[in-house]
């Protein structure tokens, strides 16, 4: 499975601007002389992402200015939970705080916290750089090295010529894991969850044992030869499709269309590359605490929301095609608002449900052979 890049023209990110000099072109306004309207205009986002020509500057600015001041409260009540320095520790009160979102320069510490990552490195001291110097695997080496420079060829810390390059980085995180779990070694999609990883904590340790939080834990068998976790999800998302939204799952049985067809890269690569990095993040946020019926809750919001405009369809590319809007406009980069949408459209959607819908799904998959 291949998660293609190169549609971040809908990018959305927050944080210190790490190139001062990249402004946008020409056909930005330059009379706001404002240092908010620089951070907005720049070609390159605060994650590294270039953004496209097409990029709306006016419409990104009218988001973020009323977003900003949200992040701005969200900081400060941050600050005053972790105050101290005390481990991150699940609560009511954490789940509260992560679903409004957490501020990037808390984002790797909660995130190792919830997941299970900071217990595992803590008790495993030395154990990344001992997977690092271990024994030669020219298979795996080399399926990592053919990924390198299809890992976000649109952002500018992941390209060669980069000071830092963070392929460099990536290849290690990579390479460690594939050491680790053996019977997963290195699957096309890795690739991405790695480098955002990456991007948020700046540490190849723990970038490492998150990925080995997502894959070995909140995504079982997603990632394994077989792949039979991630066909899982998907069956079990077109049976909730099919009871939430019918009209929908009888467009797709009518043309006969699988699931897979539209869906597998929000599932194999959570979001990236399809949804705006911002969001995406917050997506994650409460991933890493609530686990993977976080998926189905976005996957549900970004349908049920579109309904209409899927119903439009009249063919099997053109369905493919609706899926692809889907992701794009102010829906998704509105991520505040969006992250609201996917704990109210969805309506109720317990763990029984997902775990019982997983049982029956892959049981089928299974004698299907």
């Known amino acids: 499975m291949i998660c293609k890049t190169g549609t971040g023209g809908h990018r959305v990110g927050r944080g210190p601007p790490p190139h001062p000099t990249l402004v946008g072109g020409s056909h930005v306004p ?18 590294g992402f270039e953004r496209p020509e097409d990029f709306d500057y006016a419409a990104y600015e009218e988001f973020f200015s009323t977003y900003l001041a949200i992040l701005t409260r969200r900081a400060i009540k941050w600050s005053r939970l972790l105050k101290g320095g005390a481990g ?16 990037l320069e808390h984002r790797a510490r909660v995130w190792m916290g919830v ?40 952002n500018v810390r992941f390209r060669k010529g980069s000071d830092p390059c963070l392929q460099r980085t990536l290849y290690n995180v990579l390479l460690a894991y594939g050491h680790h779990n053996r019977g997963v070694g290195y699957c096309q999609g890795m690739n991405f969850l790695a480098g955002y990883l990456i991007l948020v904590t700046r540490s190849e340790e723990e970038s490492f044992w998150l990925l080995d939080a997502l894959v070995g834990r909140i995504l079982p068998d997603y990632y394994s030869p077989s792949m039979l976790g991630l066909k899982t999800d998907q069956e079990v998302l077109g049976e909730l499709v099919r009871t939430k939204l019918p009209a929908v799952a009888a467009l797709m049985d009518s043309h006969g269309l699988l699931w897979t067809l539209v869906v597998s890269r929000w599932f194999i690569c959570l979001f990236v590359d399809v949804l705006p990095v911002e969001t995406v993040l917050r997506i994650w946020d409460c991933l890493f605490n609530e686990g993977s019926k976080i998926i189905f809750r976005v996957a549900l919001t970004l349908i049920k929301q579109h309904q209409a405009l899927i119903l439009e369809a009249t063919s099997v590319p053109d369905i493919c095609e609706k899926f692809k809007e889907i992701t794009r406009g102010s829906f998704v980069t509105e991520c505040h608002t969006f992250m609201r949408k996917i704990f109210s459209e969805p309506g109720s959607l317990s763990r029984a449900s997902i775990a019982r819908l997983r049982e029956r799904c892959r049981a089928q998959l299974l004698a299907q052979g």
């Open 30 to 47: 330059r009379a706001r002389g404002t240092l908010l309207w620089v951070f907005l205009c720049r070609r390159i986002d605060p994650y």
């Open 88 to 103: 991150v520790q699940k609560s009511m009160t954490l789940k509260r705080y992560i679903r409004k979102g957490v501020p």
């Open 115 to 154: 997941s299970g990552a900071q217990a595992q490195m803590d008790q495993n001291p030395g154990y990344y750089l001992h997977l690092l110097q271990g024994e030669k695997d020219d298979s795996l080496e080399e399926a990592i090295r053919t990924d390198m420079n299809r890992t976000f060829p649109d």
